[in-house]
């Protein structure tokens, strides 16, 4: 949205670029390319919001800091930089809103984040649970490590839109006993938007929460340009309101993932994702957090 590479007077939320994939997925590998897909199609988002009278990069003190160092598929050698990279945005006193990227960038945004907030929760909004058995650096994993490193704290931690097949037969069930609350897509759809909101934020309290929104928690009809589609998911305009709905508490940090730009139809996927980060900015701007 032409937000700046820095500003003077200091920054309210800065966008941390992580083209990073973890290169495992056995059919589609791509998501390194979703930043700058992103970026481009940002191009259509116009920074003022006529309904509010907001400018989401103004008001907001937005900028974009680039990309993190890194390569794909070698974690030891590239999550530091993209952890210091957020570290960095942190210590100047913003919001990092953290692009990637596969959902394994998740993790290297959470070593930032949570060691600087006691009983960090995380609200991670996916068609899957990324919090798989056994060991490794996969995006099946990213929230069992991030357990095992003591980065947040699972019981006052989500995974929402929850559906389709998977390899383990153990995924829901080790993300249970690991602690996390899990909703699935048919939950979601039977309570409706409004009351999932608020069942998340009742449990969140005033406690420190990081946001995580994976792109193919939607309908793949409306985002076809993800790691691992799964049908029945959430219609662009439910999954926009839940965004809405959230950002009515303050949030200490924000990442969006799984955009993969060679299976994207026209950028539509990628042109979602940034209107799914400029309702995130809006909240952050609506409600004097900034």
Known sequence: MGAPA????????????????????P?????????????????????????????????????????????SGQVEAS?????????DVIDRGAVPLAIGGDGLIT??????????????????IDAHTDSYPGPGFTTAHTFTR??????????????IGLRGT????????????????LITMDQWQQMGTGELAALVLGLLGQGSAHLSFDMD?????????VCTPAWGGVAAADGLALIDELSARSWVGFDLQ????????GGMTALLAGTVMARFLLGLASTGRI
């Open 6 to 25: 820095d500003r003077d007077g200091g920054i309210g939320a800065a966008i941390v670029g992580i083209p990073f994939d973890a290169g495992t997925h």
């Open 166 to 181: 998977t390899y383990d037969p153990a995924a829901w069930h080790h993300a249970e006993e690991l602690g996390f609350n």
């Open 146 to 159: 991030a357990v095992e490193e003591g980065l947040i704290d699972p019981r006052r931690s989500f995974h």
């Open 107 to 124: 993790l290297p945004v959470l070593r930032a984040v949570g060691p600087r907030h006691d009983g960090l929760a995380v609200v991670h």
């Open 217 to 225: 928690v939607f309908d793949p009809s409306v985002a076809p340009g």
């Open 79 to 87: 999550f530091p930089n993209a952890t210091s990279l957020v570290e």
């Open 27 to 71: 059919t589609r590998i791509g998501s390194r390319l979703g930043p700058s897909a992103i970026r481009d199609q940002s191009a259509l988002i116009m920074p003022f919001d006529p309904a509010s009278g907001i400018d989401l990069v103004e008001e907001n003190g937005l900028v974009d800091v680039g990309d993190a160092a890194v390569v």
């Open 258 to 265: 799984t955009v993969s730009p060679p299976h994207d139809v």
